[in-house]
């Protein structure tokens, strides 16, 4: 109990930034702000071109600038094509990301993987980080999108815009649906909702680190302490403080009447993004729009197995999804 009365006292005490004038809602929808665009290479690889980029803009927090870095899979053509932006998951760009790239400029949609950069999980993890991250992490992802449609230095000519999010990309990619109707088709994998239990239950190193020294554990911890399971009290205790201060979540962007657009992929025994938050997300869908969203089932598998076998028994129909929402009735490669 001593350790439960200093976690409300240190939850009470944590920062939480406020939004100057502007709610999160407002900052996720404004229009795209950039100071620089840039591809940094290119090079072929096949049936299409690889290039790399960079995008610069004002920090929302005032604090400089974020940079985005990007790696860009175009189909060779004059004319506008789909752009499915490929959200990486916490860890970085895999070779499935590139792998759906690689199938989706194969089948004449561009592809610009996406991934959070390592240096932005180093910072002090707490709330206001967490509240900062994903407002970031989302705006940037939009701006990328837009700058690839309209900039003039961008290589391609974009017709339509989908997304394809993996597990951290995931929860990113539902937040970014739900707020720009641009977006038109959604892939989601092993997204999650209602991050205040999320984050309360995650196994993810970086947030259980952070819960753990909140709890006291981590303060002259010996590596027995470090282990040490925290009690169900603990938990629902950390749950509830946390949960007035989360200002970013993805059960309050679910765009209604648009099930039609998405394809998910859930997974079963997961520690990192428990089963109950991907059905809540999952639900709030199918509540929105009366009837549930399309699904590749039969993957009753943890975290990273549920991430490969998407993968690697669904890219057909991952790639078949979004050719025939975002292409024309005659496909994507018909007007090369």
Not at 292 to 309: C, F, K, M, N, R
């Amino acid at each position: 109990m001593a350790q439960l009365a200093g976690l409300i006292v240190l939850l009470t005490l944590l920062p939480v930034t406020v939004f100057a004038a502007l709610n999160p809602a407002d900052l996720l929808r404004a229009k795209p702000v950039y100071t620089k665009f840039k591809i940094t290479s290119n090079n072929q690889a096949g049936e299409f071109q690889r290039h790399k980029g960079e995008l610069r803009q004002p920090d929302p927090y005032g604090d400089g600038e974020l940079l985005t870095r990007f790696e860009l899979y175009t189909v060779p053509t004059s004319k506008p094509a789909p752009l499915v932006l490929v959200l990486a998951p916490y860890r970085g760009q895999t070779f499935v990301d590139r792998g759906y790239a690689e199938a989706l400029a194969q089948a004449g949609i561009h592809a610009a993987i996406v991934a959070v950069p390592k240096e932005a999980y180093q910072q002090e993890q707490g709330i206001d980080y967490i509240n900062r991250f994903f407002l970031r992490h989302t705006i940037n992802t939009r701006t990328l999108a837009y700058a690839l449609q309209y900039d003039r230095n961008s290589p391609i000519k974009v017709s339509r815009i989908g997304l394809i999010g993996t597990s951290l990309g995931g929860i990113r990619g539902s937040i970014l649906f739900g707020i720009d109707s641009r977006f038109e088709a959604a892939v989601l994998i092993i997204p999650g909702g209602d991050l205040p239990n999320l984050i309360a239950n995650t196994v993810l190193a970086p947030i259980s680190r952070w819960r753990r020294r909140l709890l006291g554990i981590m303060e002259g911890h010996t590596p027995s302490e470090e282990k040490r399971e925290i009690d169900l009290e603990e938990v629902t205790a950390f749950e509830q403080r946390l949960r007035p201060h989360v200002q970013i979540e993805p059960l309050d962007f679910v765009r209604p009447d648009s099930n039609d657009r998405l394809l998910w992929v859930r997974s079963k025994n997961d520690n990192f993004v428990p089963r109950r938050n991907q059905d809540r997300l999952f639900n709030a869908y199918a509540a929105a729009d009366r009837k549930p969203p399309a699904e590749i089932d039969g993957l009753p598998l943890g975290h990273y197995a549920t991430v490969l076998a998407a993968y690697l028994r669904g890219k057909e129909r991952i790639t078949d999804f979004l050719t025939t929402r975002l292409c024309s009735s005659q496909g994507c490669r018909t007007d090369r």
